[in-house]
């Protein structure tokens, strides 16, 4: 069993920062991408920022330049820097991984149960 236990989300005025922190942790042999996804109410769930575990980092469009990805591959981690929000970057934030459970098995997607960020104008 895997499990991505986030935390960090919260209630924040425009213009505010917050600091997104996932641990993932159980039956995984390799860690490859991790990231977040974010999903509104009435929306689809959307891609926030991904990075590969050699450091590689890729963005929303509507994020870059405020939001920076990072993570700890000896701690299995991955945090997002977010500053100068907007209303509109209120959603639930999930956590992603995508992993091998073990030698030679397929690669899975996972994502976290998500945290919630609102931004208030």
């Known amino acids: 069993q895997v499990q991505l236990v986030e935390s960090g989300g919260g209630l924040v005025q425009a213009g505010g920062s917050l600091r997104l922190s996932c641990a993932a942790s159980?039956?995984?042999?390799?860690?490859?991408?991790m990231g977040w996804y974010r999903q509104a109410p009435g929306k689809e769930r959307e891609l926030v920022a991904t990075?590969?575990?050699?450091?590689?980092?890729n963005y929303a469009d509507s994020v870059k330049g405020r939001f920076t990805i990072s993570r700890d591959n000896a701690k299995n981690t991955v945090h997002s820097s977010m500053n100068s929000l907007k209303p509109e970057d209120t959603a639930v934030y999930h956590c992603?991984?995508?992993?091998?459970?073990?030698?030679?098995?397929?690669?899975?997607?996972?994502w976290g149960q998500g945290t919630q960020v609102t931004v208030s104008s």
């Open positions: 990075i590969t575990s050699g450091g590689f980092a």
């Open positions: 159980g039956s995984i042999f390799r860690l490859n991408d």
């Open positions: 992603y991984a995508n992993f091998y459970r073990t030698f030679g098995s397929r690669l899975n997607d996972y």
